[in-house]
């Protein structure tokens, strides 16, 4: 059983940056693709970025393409998420998820694991 755990949330102006990790324990890291998702209050969860077990592919969603990178450290067990030129509709609490063997999905339901979450508020 994976357990994830985000970090790095907090309070930004818009324009500003953050950098979320999260840290797995509990199962083999590197044979896990890993992937952020956001809720915004009063939205359903929504696709952020996801990278492949391998760390060879990765997507974005259209909203972030060229603000966000996610980054892998295997020996850390360690997902990051690079987050620059901060929106505010950028705020949402902030999911790490992990899916064995994956290819970097969108979709939710591929995902096996669940943190609880990092909170990102952007002030404009």
């Known amino acids: 059983q994976m357990q994830l755990v985000e970090s790095g949330g907090g309070l930004v102006q818009a324009g500003g940056s953050l950098r979320l990790s999260c840290t797995a324990s509990?199962?083999?890291?590197?044979?896990?693709?890993m992937a952020w998702f956001r809720q915004a209050p009063g939205k359903e969860r929504e696709f952020v970025t996801a990278i492949s077990w391998t760390g060879s592919r990765t997507y974005y969603a259209d909203s972030v393409k060229g603000r966000f990178t996610i980054s892998r450290d295997n020996a850390k067990t360690t997902v990051y998420l690079q987050m620059n030129s901060l929106k505010p509709e950028d705020t949402a609490v902030y999911y790490c998820a992990a899916d064995m063997w994956g290819t970097a999905a969108v979709g939710e339901y591929e995902y096996d694991y669940w943190g609880q979450g990092t909170q990102v508020t952007v002030s404009s």
């Open positions: 509990g199962g083999t890291f590197s044979r896990y693709a």
